[in-house]
């Protein structure tokens, strides 16, 4: 017999394989190497629910349950956002800004669909293409 999902869930909390964890107001977010891939994990710490790019039918995921349980208890181990920029850009003029955004395009090309740029995105699954 397997594992319980309790304790699936358990190997995840504040374990290595949860990294880049960063907050904003009341989100966290993560990524977790799973047992399958790596997962871009958020939770909404203040109710609780999450979203997982994990397969699992699960609702909520062992991801999702994990980190909200990695933020109750080492809150500390994830990065303040919202502090962090907030002393960060005091100081930046707009030359500064759109190098330092260039920057994170050409590390992180997935970044620009936050500002809306098409076609880069980290994956995309078979389903999600029409005539693949």
């Known amino acids: 017999m397997g594992r319980t999902w309790e304790a699936r869930v ?51 995921c062992k991801h999702v349950a994990a980190l909200a349980e990695t933020f109750r208890r080492k809150r500390s181990s994830f ?24 920057s994170m395009a050409m590390e992180a090309p997935a970044s620009l669909a936050v500002l809306g740029v098409e076609g880069v995105r980290d994956y995309v699954l078979p389903e999600e293409v029409e005539d693949w």
């Open 10 to 60: 358990q190997e995840y909390i504040d374990s290595p394989m949860m990294v880049q964890r960063l907050r904003s107001g009341t989100l966290a977010t993560a990524r977790i190497h799973g047992t399958t891939g790596t997962y871009r994990v958020t939770v909404d710490t203040a109710t609780g629910v999450g979203d997982c790019t994990c397969p699992s039918p699960d609702d909520p």
């Open 79 to 102: 990065v303040d956002v919202d502090r962090f920029l907030k002393g960060f850009l005091k100081d930046k003029d707009l030359e500064e800004l759109v190098e330092i955004i260039r």
